[in-house]
């Protein structure tokens, strides 16, 4: 038996990280400032920022039997993330190219060459893991682990980045909804977040809204509210939201009361956006622990 804090269901991928003075126009060519190379990928990464945090993780997802797929395992197994449910295969490992301007603002590009796995291709009877936590990416593979939680009694949480089939599939099966702002408009047709979030309620109980540099809006069965952002020095926000839901999942683990798990969770998505690349800027445990009490007069 294999027991965790947090399983991490979804996608992978390996990311080129430049660093630009502006994004390129039409037909333009530029020189990058910077380059890194690192794995990324939102349940990925949300499992290295587990593990990084001192909590136990694994991912399950896919990765290529390729370079990519070969340098970001060593990464996942350095950063003692648990790799026993990760799918191997001929298509490429999922392949990121970004581009960063200065003040952390990028453009993101994703190629993937294979098919979402099949709601048989990894084994969940081993494992016990607190909670899970699915970003969308792998809506059988998801949709098989979902029953297994409920019945050992696991919280669930779905990162809903944008509306696809599988976030659709998952947002009202979970027990937290954190999504990101787009998540929220698209879904909800509304405008704004205010308007969206008790649309959202309507779906999920619990729902939480990352809003980048504004901060996070929620509204659970207990209370609502809003929170600011932690002010940074912003290089890359690349990983940010990943970073926000992998502490957000090892929070609810360890039972940690709502606002301490909210102000929490900001920090390290802050602090994930003052490094170039996502795998880079995510923090351990006492930069955290640090950071937060740098802050603690302000955000009481």
């Known amino acids: ?6 399983l991490c269901v979804g996608a992978s991928s390996f990311d080129l990280t430049f660093t630009v003075p502006t994004h390129p126009t039409p037909d333009e060519k530029m020189f990058a400032d910077a380059l890194w190379a690192c794995g990324g990928g939102p349940a990925a990464n949300a499992a290295v ?37 990760i799918v191997r295969g001929s298509p490429a490992t999922p392949l990121s190219v970004i581009l960063a301007k200065p003040g952390g603002e990028r453009v993101l590009v994703n190629y993937r060459a294979s098919a979402p796995l099949p709601a048989d291709s990894i084994d969940f009877a081993p494992v016990r893991a ?21 019945i050992h009694g696991s919280q669930t949480v779905l990162d809903a980045g944008s509306v696809h ?10 027990d937290y909804l954190v999504c990101s ?24 109980p619990n729902v939480v809204i990352t809003l980048g540099a504004k901060g996070v809006l929620w509204q659970t069965s207990l209370s609502q509210g809003r929170l600011p952002a932690y002010p940074v020095n912003a290089i890359d926000t690349t990983g940010a939201g990943d970073a926000f839901h992998g502490a957000f999942a090892l929070c609810l683990a ?14 390290v998505a802050a602090l994930t ?28």
């Not at 993780?57 to 026993?84: K, N, P, S, W």
């Open 1 to 6: 038996m294999i027991n965790l804090d947090v």
């Open 49 to 85: 920022v587990v593990a990084r945090l001192a909590g136990t993780a694994a991912y399950a997802g896919y990765l290529g039997a390729d370079i990519f797929g070969d340098q970001h395992l060593a990464e996942l197994t350095a950063d003692r993330v648990v790799t026993d449910f």
């Open 130 to 150: 607190k909670v899970l936590l699915f970003d969308g990416h792998e809506p059988e593979l998801s949709l098989t682990a979902l029953p297994q939680a409920k």
């Open 165 to 174: 089939r599988g976030t659709l599939a998952l947002a009202d099966q979970v």
């Open 181 to 204: 702002e787009k998540f929220a408009l698209e879904f909800t047709g509304k405008t704004g977040v205010e308007a969206a979030l008790p649309k959202l309620v309507e779906a999920n």
């Open 254 to 267: 360890q039972d940690k009361a709502w606002l301490e798990t909210l102000k929490f969770s900001s920090a």
């Open 273 to 300: 956006c003052t490094k170039l690349g996502a795998r880079t800027g995510l923090p351990n445990r006492e930069t955290v622990v640090t950071f937060l009490a740098s802050f603690a007069e302000n955000f009481e």
